[in-house]
């Protein structure tokens, strides 16, 4: 097997593992509470990074890299992981997958409203709207299967989650810090599972360790396995083998693997709507997500970007 035959192997693999993710959460979550559930898988992922890396030689994050390691923790495991995890208690993982899958769309309208940037290509608006009319459309539909209070919950909490991987993204991509990324992600996930579960501890949402039944354990194990340690290997090495517009498809085939799989596991209801909405969002998020990476390439590569 060649290596670009292997690279596309692991690209399967990502792509399988992380939309099964949000199911595993979904199973999680049913007996235990969100915040903690989110905690607990991030503790125990970020201690496996961050031992490896230190095992390999990495230094201690400096005081610098320490200020942004807690924000980016905050905004990334906490606000985007940790309420993604508690949405899953009141609405589907297919759903909460595509309500992230939204990121692009909102980092441009971000950039568009809090960062003047008025430039918008027929591409970016055509994505736009796709994406924003094929959620509609999934929303729409899932309202029909829907509980009222407890659906409007999760959708809020879901697009919040969206929201502060959208603000994590913009000020990633306006800040470097010259720290092997893969390292800082072990940071941040220490960070945020403090955080979480301080935050599952202080609202009343904790049982006893030993309350915690089976099930919980397997799909948190499932999590930090299959979700942080080996499907972040596999895309590492994708990102290594593969064009970035190759390996950026990821991203498009979670939450399709996240809706059939939810649909075949936990019940979840699958329409003929539900599917084309999602189609069509996909499709814009992927027009909105080509148009960024082309106005990238347009600009001058600096130090920073080189890192």
Same mark, same amino acid.
């Given at each position: 097997?060649?290596?670009?035959?292997?690279?596309?192997?692991?690209?399967a693999?990502?792509?399988i593992?992380?939309?099964?993710?949000?199911v595993a959460s979904?199973?999680?979550?049913q007996?235990?509470p969100?915040?903690q *559930?989110?905690?607990?898988?991030q503790l125990i992922?970020?201690?496996?990074? *961050?031992?490896?890396?230190?095992?390999?030689?990495?230094?201690?994050?400096s005081?610098k890299?320490?200020?942004?390691?807690v924000?980016?923790?905050?905004?990334m495991?906490?606000?985007s992981?940790?309420?993604?995890?508690v949405s899953?208690k009141?609405?589907?993982?297919?759903?909460?997958?595509?309500i992230?899958?939204?990121?692009?769309?909102?980092?441009?309208l971000?950039?568009?409203?809090?960062?003047g940037?008025?430039?918008?290509?027929v591409q970016?608006f *055509?994505?736009?709207?796709?994406?924003?009319?094929?959620?509609a *459309?999934?929303?729409?539909?899932?309202?029909?299967?829907?509980?009222?209070?407890?659906?409007?919950?999760g959708?809020?909490?879901?697009?919040?989650?969206?929201l502060?991987w959208s603000?994590?993204?913009?000020?990633?991509?306006?800040?470097?810090?010259?720290i092997?990324?893969?390292?800082a992600?072990?940071?941040?996930?220490?960070?945020?599972?403090?955080?979480?579960?301080?935050?599952?501890?202080s609202?009343?949402?904790?049982?006893?360790?030993?309350?915690?039944?089976?099930?919980?354990?397997?799909?948190?194990?499932?999590l930090?396995?299959?979700g942080?340690?080996?499907?972040?290997?596999?895309?590492?090495y994708?990102?290594?083998?593969?064009?970035?517009?190759i390996?950026?498809?990821y991203?498009?085939?979670?939450p399709?693997?996240?809706i059939?799989?939810?649909?075949?596991?936990?019940d979840?209801?699958l329409?003929?709507p539900?599917?084309?909405?999602?189609l069509?969002t996909l499709?814009g998020?992927?027009f909105?997500n080509?148009s960024?990476?082309?106005?990238?390439?347009k600009?001058p590569?600096t130090?920073?970007?080189a890192?």
């Open positions: 097997m060649t290596r670009q035959q292997k690279a596309y192997g692991a690209l693999l990502t792509s593992l992380w939309g099964t993710t949000w979904k199973l999680a979550v007996k235990a969100g915040l *559930v989110a905690g607990i898988r992922a970020g201690t496996i990074l *961050v031992s490896w890396f230190l095992f390999r030689g990495e230094k201690l994050p005081r890299h320490l200020g942004w390691l924000l980016m923790g905050i905004l495991f906490v606000c992981n940790g309420l993604a995890t899953l009141f609405i589907s993982s297919g759903l909460s997958s595509l992230a899958s939204l990121y692009p769309l909102c980092v441009v971000m950039e568009m409203i809090w960062l940037n008025k430039k918008i290509n970016t *055509v994505g736009l709207l796709l994406g924003i009319g094929g959620i *459309v999934v929303l729409y539909s899932n309202a029909f299967h829907a509980s009222g209070t407890s659906y409007l919950t959708m809020l909490l879901s697009f919040i989650s969206m502060g603000i994590a993204t913009l000020l990633i991509a306006r800040n470097k810090f010259n092997n990324p893969y390292f992600t072990g940071w941040q996930m220490l960070i945020g599972s403090f955080f979480l579960l301080l935050l599952s501890v609202t009343g949402n904790f049982i006893a360790i030993e309350q915690i039944p089976v099930l919980t354990w397997v799909s948190i194990g499932y930090v396995v299959a942080s340690v080996v499907a972040f290997v596999a895309f590492i994708t990102m290594k083998n593969l064009e970035p517009a390996a950026s498809l991203a498009y085939l979670n399709i693997v996240a059939f799989t939810g649909a075949l596991l936990t979840e209801h329409t003929l539900i599917i084309i909405g999602s069509v499709a998020v992927y909105v080509k960024i990476h082309r106005e990238r390439e600009m590569l130090d920073a970007d890192v």
